[in-house]
């Protein structure tokens, strides 16, 4: 029989297209096992503030299709200090929560583990709710996918751009420290070259594909910048490149924060529901610490440790020399 009686949830960090479904599956499942829900606004800033309410499953209604997060989010700093810690417990103390379900990305994840290493008596579960797909544990965070699509989307118009014009375009794509983005939507759209944060490509070796490219009589290039790439932003590398392809019209789009937004994909639905669903199942088996995530297409829980290794394995080696091969 579990011990816990009620539970918060919240949203942290950058929000994710999914996060709505999923805070629909934690209130239900909650209130379908005759738990107390309370929605915390705002991130951690709403556990300091103790900006929270009581959620009934009709505050859930009508919320799949929407995208971005009904209770807000927020990157906040105070959480990072230890009295921003303590106002926080002693606020979920005073409610009655002895559970905290968080949905967020890597740094939502190491604030909650600190949290629940220093206060063992508040269980806490994390759902990977991020479009940056820098999570362990999960083949898939929430976000990710719609994200990509939309990312795509923009692709194909400006590829239909870039070749009535023969030029060629460099797009900047979100993922301060994830290429994940940039890898699957540049293999969707047939990017020329991809440039990851994890791994550093030579600018001569970029330019000497393009020559190539141009001899090949391509009549554009695309080449995707992830936006913690180590030369810098797609402004950066353009500038590096364009003394180099005289031929080339050069141009440049930073897609920005468009990624983020726009309702659901089925995929992302479906994944916000098991995972939501599944992180209070957890709780009431007792669970702590960990992370529901998707492996083949099982849920599967997962410690918040190991959520937070490196993700670098979801860069396979081979998806890059094929972007190489098939962009000929
Ligand atoms: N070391 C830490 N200790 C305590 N709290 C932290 C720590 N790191 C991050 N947090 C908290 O988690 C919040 C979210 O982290 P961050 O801004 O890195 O986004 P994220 O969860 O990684 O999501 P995304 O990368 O998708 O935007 C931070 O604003 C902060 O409140
Ligand atoms: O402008 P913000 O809200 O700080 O978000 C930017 C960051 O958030 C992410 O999009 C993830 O949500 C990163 O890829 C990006 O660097
Ligand atoms: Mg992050």
New binding site residues.
Partial sequence: MSKIKKIAVLT???D?PGMNPCIRAVVRTAIYHKLDVVGVRQ??QGLIDDNMYDMTTRSVSNILDLGGTILKT????P??TEEGMEIAYQNLKARGIDALVVI????????AL?FSKKYPDIAVMGVPG???NDLCGTDYTLGFDTATNTVIEALDKIRDTADAHDRLFFIEVMG?DSGCIALRAGISCGAEAILLPEKETAISELIEGLKAGEHNKKSSSIVIVAEGDKHGGAYDVAQMVKQEVKNYDVKVTILGHLQRGGSPSAFDRILGSRLGYACVIGLLNGDTQKMAGLKGNSVMLTSLEEALMVHEYKLEEDLMQMVEILSI
């Fill in positions: 942290s960090g950058g994710a991130g951690y927020a990157r906040c700093l959480f990072r967020g990305g890597d740094g939502t994840f190491t604030g600190r991020t479009i940056d301060r």
